[in-house]
């Protein structure tokens, strides 16, 4: 009988592969020998989810890809430290892409105030343009949106862009922060409403789903 596709106890495949391999047994490689391999294999796995919820949270394209690279050079780095115990290998790299997300975002509004106080005293007086003021409205509603969710305490933010946004579980997100099911339902269902309200109050119809 052909062992292509089963698995092992420990996770791997018997004929040696990775594509089929679980989560937890490519960490552990990684971890244990620094197989590449894995880690290639972890990473195409898991790039998509990581670079939606690194957008999600960041609103920046160029931002939420460098947070991915960030993430998986964690990944690398800090593989051996990983535990079963401790929850799933995707929430662990999630985890990992939330914290480096809020302090890379933290980083950059420091450079961008810095920015923001020297282009002010550079800049010659006159009326301020707002760029792409001409966009469709649906352009402007994404925008409004971004404002919107910039207005949602910290914590908040990230439960929307967890739940809404990279299609985490509520129960993953229990695991990822921290917090009971009945909690994260309740923040969720608060802050949806708080966009809603502000979306209404903006001129854009929000939709009831």
């Not at 290998?89 to 420091?110: D, E, F, G, N, P």
């Not at 309740?186 to 966009?195: C, F």
Request: charged share 20%; proline share 3%; with cysteine.
């Amino acid at each position: 009988m052909s062992t292509r596709g089963v698995v092992k106890p420990g996770g791997l495949p018997l004929d040696g592969t990775l594509s089929n391999a679980t989560d937890e047994a490519l960490v552990r490689k990684v971890g244990v020998n620094g197989n590449s391999d894995a880690f290639d294999v972890l990473a195409q796995r898991h790039k998509q989810a990581m670079y939606s919820l690194a957008l999600h949270l960041t609103s920046d394209r160029m931002l939420a890809e460098d947070v991915v690279q960030e993430t998986l050079l964690g990944l690398w780095r800090f593989a051996r430290t990983y535990e079963t115990s401790k929850g799933s290998a995707r929430t662990w790299l999630l985890r990992i892409l939330v914290h480096k997300a809020i302090k890379m975002q933290s980083l950059c509004a420091q450079e961008d105030s810095r920015v923001r106080k020297v282009s002010a005293q550079a800049a010659h007086p006159g009326p301020a343009t707002v760029p792409g003021s001409s966009a469709p409205e649906i352009g402007e509603a994404i925008l409004a949106l971004r404002q919107l969710m910039g207005q949602l305490t910290e914590s908040d933010r990230q439960l929307v862009a967890l739940y809404y946004g990279a299609e985490v579980s509520q129960n993953e997100i229990g695991q990822l922060l921290g917090l009971q099911q009945r909690t994260i339902s309740r923040r969720l269902a608060v802050s949806v409403q708080q966009l809603r309200e502000g979306l209404k109050k903006a001129g854009f119809a929000a939709g009831t789903g």
